[in-house]
């Protein structure tokens, strides 16, 4: 039982984590959008730029999500 809680509480911080990324995610996507609004970049660099960032959002939580899983998996073992 009190694994089971443990895995809660490892979800929820995974959960937490997961959330940070996608705020530093969209800060990057309004800087972004802003500079390309001051024409401080092309619309091209903005696209790029864009898909560099949601590249990065996705890798960390892929590897956010394999940390939980093997953690789940390492928790429940007895």
Not at 7 to 36: F, H, L, N, T, Y
Not at 48 to 71: F, G, P, R, S
């Amino acid at each position: 039982e009190r694994r089971k809680e443990l895995v809660k509480d490892i979800r929820k911080i995974a959960e937490e984590s997961k959330v940070a990324i996608r705020s530093i995610r969209r800060d990057g996507m309004e800087d972004v959008k802003a500079k390309q609004k001051n024409s401080e970049i092309t619309e091209d660099e903005k696209a790029v730029k864009e898909d560099e960032i949601q590249k990065l959002t996705d890798k960390y939580i892929a590897e956010i999500d394999k940390i939980l899983a093997n953690k789940e998996k390492e928790i429940l073992n007895v």
